[in-house]
């Protein structure tokens, strides 16, 4: 396919990073460049929350529907690679052919205020397309706290959204880019706060003058001859 990149085996990132990406593309940077990784209570629970559903061998029926766990995916025109949590299907028969298919991702916490959840779930969805060459509509989130699914569509404009946000992360992953730090509300509940050190990024030239600073004190505590 002409202008379109397909990424080799060794160019593929983790899929799960493009939520960090969509929130702050530091955060994933340290995450998935410099693999640094820290842990707050938000982290935890969500580990906590997907024991429940990340076990690979388990798949149930309930009448038409049939609901598998953990499922593997790919997409090389993407350069992602990962796991849904839930995929249920629909079949009116009893064979494994199906008539529809749904992917369900589980969440600690509710809703957020921006398109972080909903990209990770679309590019689950273009995974799957990719590999079964099948059309997905929308899917759904269920969240710790409203103990509901919350339905996601999958809207051209949500898609060209994932494509931008996998090309930025291949982008800085090739050049080893970990950008500069920008504080604001976001900051305070992020995991990466005290490795990220928002404070010194606010101007490029803090962080010199900081240094600058400790070895002035240095050259003044120093004794004379």
């Not at 702050?24 to 982290?43: F, K």
């Not at 906590?48 to 609901?67: C, M, N, W």
């Not at 689950?124 to 706290?145: P, R, T, V, W």
């Not at 050190?197 to 120093?222: C, F, H, M, Q, V």
Request: with cysteine; hydrophobic share 35%.
């Amino acid at each position: 396919m002409i202008g379109i990149k397909i990424y080799d085996d060794d160019e593929l990132l983790p899929l799960s990073g493009i939520q960090h990406f969509a929130f702050c593309e530091r955060q994933w940077a340290l995450i998935h460049v410099e693999r640094q990784w820290a842990e707050n209570v938000r982290t935890v629970e969500g580990k906590h929350l997907h024991q429940r559903v990340d076990d690979p061998y388990f798949s149930e029926s309930r009448g038409a529907i049939k609901t598998i766990r953990s499922v593997p995916l790919l997409s090389r025109m993407l350069g992602l690679y990962g796991f849904a949590d839930v995929i249920e299907y629909y079949s009116l028969s009893n064979s494994d052919n199906f008539d529809e298919m749904t992917i369900i991702e589980y969440k600690r916490g509710k809703p957020k205020p921006d398109d972080r959840d909903e990209v990770q779930i679309c590019a689950q969805a273009m995974c799957l397309e990719e590999m079964l060459k099948i059309n997905l509509s929308g899917g759904y989130f269920f969240y710790g706290e409203t103990r509901h699914r919350h339905k996601v569509l999958f809207s051209k404009e949500l898609r060209e959204r994932v494509v931008q946000l996998s090309r930025g992360m291949h982008e800085l992953f090739v050049k080893g880019i970990t950008p500069w730090a920008v504080k604001g509300k976001k900051c305070k509940n992020c995991s990466m706060s005290d490795i990220c050190l928002p404070a010194l990024g606010r101007k490029k030239t803090t962080a010199g003058k900081y240094i600058k600073s400790i070895i002035a004190d240095a050259i003044k505590d120093t004794p004379g001859d």
